[in-house]
């Protein structure tokens, strides 16, 4: 298993209430969420680098 971090940002309020309903629709955990979004952004600029 992956060693994990504690990471804290802040976030504009509208965003976090939008994210916290997409969770629960859903059905997943706000971290899993996070973790996810953070993947496709890196994968996304890995795409852009290799052009």
Not at 3 to 15: G, I, S
Not at 25 to 51: F, P, S, T
Request: hydrophobic share 40%; no cysteine.
């Amino acid at each position: 298993m992956e060693k994990k971090v504690f990471f804290n940002t802040t976030v504009p309020e509208n965003l976090i209430k939008k994210f916290k309903i997409l969770a629960i629709q859903l059905g997943k955990r706000q971290n899993e969420l996070l973790v996810e979004a953070i993947q496709d952004i890196l994968n996304k600029y890995e795409k852009k680098d290799k052009k």
